[in-house]
């Protein structure tokens, strides 16, 4: 038996074209639905601690976009860089702060703007945005981007020295 | 399918402001900072689809996520040595001039 990919489905007076998806294009979707819900459990939660882990588990499900197209640099990059160590920070950061006051910390002014902003933008991009994901990283590309950009690649890792550096000077000289 | 993408980006990105707006600690506009730098890391992800641009889109993310590591890392010391001055994490103690809705 041969599934059809794409079905036509008669809805009012509409003839609406449905896509079968496949399983990387789902997952695709479930984890950017996931992604949105953690990020607005970061909002709502009261507390510091629980909110740096739901920011965390945002910027995982992120990480796991990209490593679901099998871009493993960037996984790699915001999985153990971002989110292992400035995350892992915050959530320490956090886990001391836990809250300044009981109530939640959420201003309804400026929620009722932000709300209508994201239902605009959000309508805006999905009506004239229709592009398909095409699957084009492989391998070559990170020894390429390696062999061309090793000065930027040095550059940025002798400037985290010295940003570690200076940020450790700064605090020891603030202690004393 | 770029469009999912772009549009939970979109809302991530609103939420960290929102999270940003309402914020009355230092550690929570922290984490607003960090959602909005995952926001951006997600809408990089449709560059890595155009065949001409994935090299590129790869730097770019290297790019990004190196600065923003070392912004929000720069942006912990500055709480720690604010809360070594002043004994506290809240906003009121920074915030200079402003509106109010």
Redesign the interface.
């Known amino acids: 038996m041969v599934l059809e990919r794409v079905k036509i489905v008669r809805f009012i007076n509409l003839n609406l074209r449905c896509e079968r998806m496949d399983m990387v294009t789902s997952s695709l979707l479930v984890m950017c639905g996931f992604a949105v819900l953690t990020s607005f459990a970061a909002l709502l939660s009261r507390d510091n601690f629980y909110s740096a882990l739901y920011m965390s588990i945002t910027l995982l499900v992120i990480a796991g976009i990209y490593a679901l197209y099998n871009v493993q640099p960037v996984f790699i990059l915001i999985a153990f860089i971002f989110v292992g160590a400035v995350g892992a920070v915050t959530v320490a950061l956090a886990a001391t702060y836990r809250q300044i006051g009981p109530q939640l910390n959420l201003d309804y002014a400026w929620a009722i703007p932000t709300a209508i902003t994201i239902l605009v933008l959000g309508f805006s991009i999905y009506a004239y945005v229709n592009y398909d994901i095409i699957y084009t990283f492989n391998d070559r590309i990170v020894a390429n981007f390696i062999s061309d950009y090793i000065v930027l690649v040095l550059f940025f890792i002798s400037l985290s020295i010295l940003l570690m550096m200076s940020v450790v000077k700064f605090i020891r000289r603030e202690a004393t | ?8 980006s ?3 990105l ?6 940003a ?5 230092l ?2 506009l ?2 607003s900072l ?2 909005m ?2 926001a951006v ?2 809408a ?3 560059l ?4 001409e641009l ?2 590129i889109a ?2 770019i ?3 990004t ?2 600065t ?3 912004e ?3 942006l ?2 500055s ?3 604010l809360d ?2 002043t004994r506290s ?2 906003t009121d103690n920074i915030t200079a001039g402003g509106d109010e ?1």
Not at chain 2, 14 to 19: I, P, S, T
Not at chain 2, 21 to 25: C, N, Q, Y
Request: proline share 3%.
């Open positions: 399918m770029i469009a999912a993408v772009l549009v939970a979109a809302v991530i609103l939420v960290g402001y929102l999270m707006m309402s914020s009355k600690d550690v929570r922290l984490i960090e959602l730098f995952g890391f997600l990089l992800f449709p890595f689809s155009i065949p994935t090299a790869l730097g993310a290297v790019l996520i190196f923003s590591g070392g929000l890392m720069i912990i010391a709480f720690v040595v070594k001055q994490m809240s809705v």
